[in-house]
């Protein structure tokens, strides 16, 4: 995300995980580690209504496996996911400040006046804060593990958070 993309990065920002994996390409990207971990799943595997989602076969994937070996803390790591619905919002605003940026990155060969130049710098400040205000409403479910189902495998509960900090309020 934008200037966003530090947020969980600095040890005050994690909350009381130890790591946060930000949109790990796989299961082999997640540390398998005594202490509590936050992975915050890619928007491709958002979820949605129901325990079928995208969101919670993914995190089911993760908690079997790191790598080619089965994981041994399944239950030190927990899940934050994307609304689906709320997704489109964001990339919405996404798209509005990658063009504002790009505007006022080539403000001098696209040749604006310094009102126009104003006005651009102004709408990519309106275009972030967009951003930083859609960013907490989209990624708004933690997906716990608990324990075992029926089947053997454990099971996810799904918790819908509110608020600023993804990793803070996750913790």
Known sequence: FPSHDTEVSSPRNRGSFLK?????????????EMETSLVILSPENSHGKGDGSKAVAEADRILNKRGTQ???????LVFLASDEARWSDLEEALRRYLAWKGIVQRSEEL????????????????????????????????LVPGQEDSKGGISLRSIRLSGEGLALRAS
């Open 20 to 32: 946060v994996h930000v949109f790990p390409a796989g299961p082999a990207d997640v540390t398998d």
């Open 70 to 76: 089965p994981r041994l803390n399944r239950n030190a």
């Open 111 to 142: 040749s604006l006046d310094p009102f126009q130049e104003s006005q651009a710098k102004s709408q990519l400040d309106q275009a972030d804060k967009s951003v930083s205000a859609r960013i907490p409403e989209t990624f708004c479910h933690l």
